[in-house]
């Protein structure tokens, strides 16, 4: 592993689930790479835990939600000078043998972002029909927007290099879910971006952050809403070059 890499780990009442992260990052990773926790106000006991697990903890003093979270960790890594940044989501679906998948592809590609991707080699999408539309409608509007091809634009599992940090922590309005649209905006402001396969777990308790129809519905409006304002800010600009 590196030294230079900083794994951030969003997370909000996940008392059931952050010690057994933890304990498996520290398992493969050793003491080599940092990790630090972004506590999101969490009211189910999940801070007390984060002081016994004796790991560096950002805890918010209000609920800031999930790009909150993030940003925040994009912030103290690009503070403290950070080269590689890895989103680890505390939920325990991300499996920490697979950081090493991300790091190679960087090695190999030299991409500014890398995806851990449960989709890139079958092409096939989630399991449940909601968001198995969500998925489809997403790959097909970056598709169109950005002429490339992405099968989990859903994925938390990413790892980003200085440059995509840096862009990450000006963006003043932070999209309140960075998942197709932040995608978009940065392949359209020349970053690369670079999806490759890995294994992932179910949720094994707690609930998701989409979990609900109206959780859903709220993220696919959103989403939506968010693609059709970064559309507006960048094709104008573009098509004016263009005729010039």
Same mark, same amino acid.
Request: charged share 20%; with cysteine.
């Given at each position: 592993?590196?030294?230079?890499?900083?794994?951030?780990?969003?997370?909000?009442?996940?008392?059931? $689930?952050?010690?057994?992260? %933890?304990? *498996?990052?520290?398992?493969?990773?050793?003491? *080599?790479?940092?990790?630090?926790? %972004?506590?999101?106000?969490?009211?189910?006991?999940?801070?007390?835990?984060?002081?016994?697990?004796?790991?560096?903890?950002?805890?918010?003093?209000?609920?800031?939600?999930?790009?909150?979270?993030?940003?925040?960790?994009?912030?103290?890594?690009? +503070?403290?000078?950070? /080269?590689?940044?890895?989103?680890? !989501? +505390?939920?325990?679906?991300? #499996?920490?043998?697979?950081?090493?998948?991300?790091?190679?592809?960087?090695?190999?590609?030299? +991409?500014?972002?890398?995806?851990?991707?449960?989709?890139? /080699?079958?092409?096939?999408? @989630?399991?449940?029909?909601?968001?198995?539309?969500?998925?489809?409608?997403?790959?097909?509007?970056?598709?169109?927007?950005?002429? /490339?091809?992405?099968? !989990?634009?859903?994925?938390?599992?990413?790892?980003? $290099?200085?440059?995509?940090?840096?862009?990450?922590?000006?963006?003043? $309005?932070?999209?309140?879910?960075? !998942?197709?649209?932040?995608?978009?905006?940065?392949?359209?402001?020349?970053?690369?971006?670079?999806?490759?396969?890995?294994?992932?777990?179910?949720?094994?308790?707690?609930?998701?952050? @989409?979990?609900? #129809?109206?959780?859903?519905?709220?993220?696919?409006?959103?989403?939506?809403?968010?693609?059709?304002?970064?559309?507006?800010?960048?094709?104008?600009?573009?098509?004016?070059?263009?005729?010039?």
């Amino acid at each position: 592993m590196h030294n230079d890499l900083l794994i951030i780990i969003p997370c909000f009442n996940e008392v059931h $689930n952050i010690q057994g992260v %933890i304990a *498996d990052l520290r398992l493969v990773i050793g003491k *080599d790479v940092d990790i630090v926790v %972004i506590d999101d106000c969490s009211t189910d006991g999940t801070s007390k835990l984060l002081v016994a697990l004796d790991v560096i903890t950002i805890t918010l003093p209000f609920n800031l939600g999930y790009s909150g979270a993030l940003q925040t960790g994009y912030k103290y890594a690009f +503070a403290h000078g950070y /080269e590689q940044v890895l989103q680890f !989501d +505390a939920d325990g679906q991300h #499996l920490a043998s697979e950081i090493q998948t991300l790091l190679n592809v960087r090695k190999q590609y030299n +991409a500014d972002i890398i995806i851990g991707s449960r989709f890139a /080699e079958s092409g096939r999408s @989630h399991d449940s029909f909601l968001k198995r539309i969500a998925t489809s409608l997403f790959c097909k509007l970056i598709k169109i927007i950005t002429g /490339e091809t992405i099968y !989990d634009p859903t994925s938390g599992f990413q790892l980003l $290099n200085r440059s995509a940090l840096e862009r990450y922590t000006k963006i003043h $309005n932070f999209p309140y879910y960075p !998942d197709a649209n932040i995608i978009i905006e940065m392949i359209l402001n020349g970053f690369s971006v670079k999806e490759v396969q890995v294994a992932m777990r179910d949720r094994q308790r707690g609930n998701s952050m @989409h979990s609900g #129809l109206l959780r859903q519905s709220k993220y696919m409006a959103t989403l939506f809403y968010s693609i059709f304002i970064i559309v507006l800010k960048y094709f104008p600009s573009k098509l004016h070059h263009k005729v010039r």
